[in-house]
């Protein structure tokens, strides 16, 4: 079965750092480009990151840039997202996706999701 | 990177049909044909629906129908049914390798 498990969320004090991960099985990650996707509860998606396949291409919302590295350990099935300088408004479900393939063509689409860490930010 | 304007909410009857606007910019929805739609029941993961505008990913009931003109993109939902009431999202590209999603619209099926 195709799944993505997300991993790592928690209560962190603003200023913080967590690495949430994500585990992919029933397929093979590094052919793959993944994101990361957040909720924050009873609000709408917002797109947070995209890393390419091999992890040599990396971008990032606004929201995020600078604070947030999204990375990959192909040998291992995993993607991760390193948050630092963690503040309330960061506080979300955060979602792992993986991006459509259409033959050979990237298509700016999410097929596979997992069912979400969340992460709360407070003291 | 602001996000795309959607109706909070919108509803039909069983058998109805419904369409959800998704207004964006001629940086994001205006300039590229990429936008999507997908559908999320809360607590479980979102599904999506449409892709490319107007293109159903296989499996995908085809009640579901997508378009777009200009800067607004739209989702057609056919023949209404109970289970199609959930939450629905629009997302487009936006330029330099960034995605921009709606604010999600609340469908309710009466």
């Known amino acids: 079965e195709v799944q993505l498990v997300e991993s790592g969320g928690g209560l962190v004090q603003p200023g913080g750092s967590l690495r949430l991960s994500c585990a992919a099985s029933g397929f093979t990650l590094s052919t793959y480009w993944m994101h990361w996707v957040r909720q924050v509860p009873g609000k709408g998606l917002v797109w947070v990151s995209r890393v390419n396949s091999d992890g040599s291409a990396t971008t990032y919302g606004d929201s995020v840039k600078g604070r947030f590295t999204i990375s990959r350990d192909n040998a291992k099935n995993t993607l991760h997202l390193q948050m630092n300088s963690l503040g309330a408004e960061d506080t979300a479900v955060y979602y792992c996706?993986?991006?459509?393939?259409?033959?050979?063509?990237?298509?700016?689409?999410?097929?596979?999701w997992g069912q979400g860490t969340m992460v709360t930010v407070s003291s | 990177q602001s996000a795309l304007t959607q109706p909070a909410s919108v509803s039909g009857s069983p058998g109805q049909s419904i369409t959800i606007s998704c207004t964006g910019t001629s940086s994001d929805v205006g300039r590229y044909s990429t936008v999507s739609w997908y559908q999320h029941h809360p607590g479980k993961a979102p599904k999506f629906m449409i892709y490319?505008?107007?293109k159903r990913p296989s499996g995908v009931s085809n009640r579901f129908s997508g378009s777009k003109s200009g800067n607004t993109a739209s989702l057609t939902i056919s023949g209404l049914q109970a289970e199609d009431e959930a939450d629905y999202y629009c997302c487009s590209y936006a330029g330099s390798g960034t995605l921009v999603f709606g604010g999600g619209t609340k469908l309710t099926v009466l």
């Open positions: 490319e505008v107007s």
């Open positions: 996706a993986r991006e459509f393939v259409e033959g050979s063509r990237q298509t700016d689409v999410f097929d596979i």
